[in-house]
Structures are given as structure tokens and as C-alpha cells.
């Protein structure tokens, strides 16, 4: 059973930067596509970033060049580099993976069609 749990959310003002980590266990992350979603308050879950198992990235056209996805599969794990966070920004982050073939998938990413999630990791970004 893989498990996700993210860390490194927290409050922040808006111009800086935060680190979100993911721990993958039960599973080869080597294996998985993981990607990050987010979820903002009375609004629908949206796709950030996606990193397949060749380290191939897909990121959400607002926030390319200010989010960077990467992992290290020694360590099992995932991250975000969120920089020159907005307050628009603020929102509950979740990790997600997917077993199927380890591509990003459209149904995966940004469709949010996953085999597993975290219980998230809460960013606050105050103006």
C-alpha cells in the first residue's frame, strides 16, 4: 500500500518561498508518476505539476516559472519549490500518485485520476 504524507507547508508573505516535500513509501517512487495538486477554498482541485519516472516535468502554465517539481527516488521522495508565492497561491497542496506506466498521464495530470493521495500540506500566502 503506498502511502504519501507531505510536510512544508506554512504562512508566508506573498514574494516568498516555501518547500514542500512528499514521502513515498509502500512502493518504488521510481515507479510511480506523482505530481502535485491544490485545492483552494469553495474552488475545484487543480493540477500544479507532474514529474514522471524519467524525471519528465508538466507544469500548470500560472505557475511556470515560480513552481519547480522534482524528486529524488534515493530518498523516496517528492518536492515543490514554490517561488514569489501570490496570495492566490493559498491553498491546501496535496501529493498524488499514479501506478499507470509512469507517463503524466492527461487523466492523471491534470485530470487528478490517482491511485493514491496524501492528506495535504496547507500554504498561506498573506499580501
Known amino acids: 500500500q503506498v502511502q504519501l504524507v507531505e510536510s512544508g507547508g506554512g504562512s508566508v508573505q506573498a514574494g516568498g518561498s516555501l518547500r514542500l516535500s512528499c514521502d513515498v513509501s509502500?512502493?518504488?517512487?521510481?515507479?510511480?508518476?506523482l505530481a502535485w495538486f491544490r485545492q483552494a477554498p469553495g474552488k475545484e482541485r487543480e493540477g500544479v505539476a507532474c514529474i514522471d519516472n524519467s524525471h519528465r516535468t508538466t507544469t500548470a502554465d500560472s505557475m511556470k516559472g515560480r513552481f519547480t517539481i522534482s524528486k529524488d527516488n534515493t530518498k523516496s521522495a517528492l518536492y515543490l519549490q514554490m517561488n514569489n508565492l501570490k496570495a492566490e497561491d493559498t491553498a491546501m497542496y496535496y501529493c498524488?500518485?499514479?501506478?499507470?506506466?509512469?507517463?503524466?498521464?492527461?487523466?492523471?495530470?491534470?485530470?487528478?485520476?490517482?491511485?493514491?493521495w496524501g492528506q495535504g500540506t496547507q500554504v498561506t500566502v498573506s499580501s
Open positions: 498524488a500518485a499514479d501506478r499507470s506506466g509512469g507517463r503524466c498521464y492527461p487523466e492523471f495530470f491534470p485530470g487528478g485520476r490517482a491511485d493514491y
Open positions: 509502500g512502493y518504488t517512487a521510481n515507479y510511480l508518476s
